[in-house]
């Protein structure tokens, strides 16, 4: 069973910056492609960022291109999102994904509030 831990969430003003990261339990971390994922009241969550297994390869929507930038440590199970110039519309709950092999783990999910 693979557990998925992120952190770095929190309050940020407009222009600001935050990192998330997303800690893996397990052996499977370096298999399978990661994503960062975003959902707001009301709305189908959505895809910001992905990476594959072994980094080389990374998509991300077109709101978040330029200034968020996906990156993973295969040797300490850890994905991370760097977000800069943060704007309000960016607010919202972080998710990240392991896309297995047989089915999809998520973690809890953390904030991220973008206001002055």
């Known amino acids: 069973q693979v557990q998925l831990v992120e952190s770095g969430g929190g309050l940020v003003q407009p222009g600001g910056s935050l990192k998330l990261s997303c800690a893996a339990s397990?052996?499977?971390?370096?298999?399978?492609?990661m994503g960062w994922y975003r959902q707001t009241p009301g709305k189908k969550r959505e895809a910001v960022a992905v990476?594959?297994?072994?980094?080389?390869?990374?998509n991300y929507a077109e709101s978040v291109k330029g200034r968020f930038t996906i990156a993973r440590d295969n040797a300490s199970n850890t994905v991370f999102l760097q977000m800069n110039n943060l704007k309000p519309e960016d607010t919202a709950v972080y998710y990240c994904?392991?896309?297995?092999?047989?089915?999809?783990?998520w973690g809890q999910g953390t904030q991220v509030t973008v206001s002055s």
């Open positions: 994904k392991m896309q297995g092999s047989v089915g999809d783990y």
């Open positions: 397990g052996r499977l971390f370096s298999l399978y492609p």
């Open positions: 990476i594959g297994s072994g980094g080389e390869r990374t």
